[in-house]
């Protein structure tokens, strides 16, 4: 069963961002699209984390995605260390990078690789925002807004979710949050509607932060009033956020993951969570 977030929180602010590139050898997308991975047990995702979670061995939480996901995962660690949480975070966010173009960096091949190596105890994932494109492998395209496309990128994000089920990780995919641009605008509610249905199906943690970062109507704002304060949450680009913004979308996702895995918190602080609830 899919776990989802309702709003109510206190935030505090700042930091930065930084970011960086570098290409990888892409996979072949024919083969992706025609091959599955083999699973000795189940298809859903687990909905606990390991019981030893101590000071002297924290959880380990992994961000991976676009640069948006380098942001979030810059707050989310602020956040973490201002609550005293038994986490430590690598954010492994890359900029430029989605789902579309294999060719330049293959998130999947990487992803699998980078599960091996830091053995996270917690994935947090954005995607979508880098997407409105051909999808490109080094052997085939997939023209965008087409059948196709949208078949193509599914089974894009269900890879990574086997991913994590093959290490036993829960995810959290990030629904993305609302852009200026109408067409790139529309573009983010496709895919968060798609990683939406396969959080729901493989039983993923998922937060739709245009919920919470829009206005009435799901629409573009730049600013939002939270717990009577006033919030300037985007940058002049309408696509990224401030780092109060960040703060804000990082607090929710850190509250989430506190409400669902306890022993993240010493101190039990459960009453400063967000509500929480399971749709059926």
């Known amino acids: 069963m899919m776990k989802l977030l309702t709003l109510g929180f206190v935030l505090i602010f700042l930091v930065s961002c930084t970011s960086s590139d570098n290409n990888a050898n892409a996979q072949d997308l024919g083969f992706d ?11 859903s995702l ?17 961000i991976i995605g676009d640069s948006l996901a380098q942001g979030y995962g810059m707050l989310i660690e602020e956040v973490v260390n201002d609550r005293n949480l038994l986490i430590t975070v690598a954010n492994a966010g890359r900029t430029s990078t989605g789902l579309a173009r294999i060719d330049y960096y293959d998130w ?8 091996g190596e830091i053995q996270p105890d917690i994935v ?17 395209t997939v023209a965008y807004s087409t059948a196709e496309w949208d078949q193509t990128y599914r089974r894009q994000v269900e890879q990574l979710i086997r991913i994590n089920i093959e290490h036993n990780t829960p995810i959290l995919f990030i629904g993305p949050g609302p852009d200026r641009n109408s067409n790139l605008d529309r573009h983010l509610r496709m ?30 704002v730049s600013n939002i009033v939270a717990n009577n304060q ?7 680009d309408g696509s990224h956020f401030t780092m109060q913004g960040y703060r804000f979308a990082a607090s929710l996702m850190v509250d989430l993951l506190q409400n669902e895995f306890p022993q993240l918190d010493p101190n039990n602080s459960n009453d400063r969570l967000a509500h929480l609830f399971r749709p059926q």
């Open 230 to 236: 006033r919030i300037a949450l985007r940058t002049s």
């Open 108 to 115: 999947v091949s990487e992803y699998d690789s980078l599960m």
């Open 46 to 62: 687990p909905s606990t984390i390991r019981n030893n979670i101590t000071l002297q061995n924290p959880a380990r939480l992994l």
């Open 124 to 140: 947090v994932a954005h995607f979508g925002t880098n997407d409105m494109q051909a999808i490109r492998s080094t052997s085939q």
């Open 33 to 43: 699209l025609t091959e599955n991975r083999v699973f000795a047990h189940t298809t």
């Open 191 to 220: 895919v968060a509607e798609i990683f939406e249905e396969n959080a729901h199906h493989y039983s993923a943690l998922y937060i739709p932060l245009r919920s919470y970062t829009s206005g009435p109507d799901g629409e573009f």
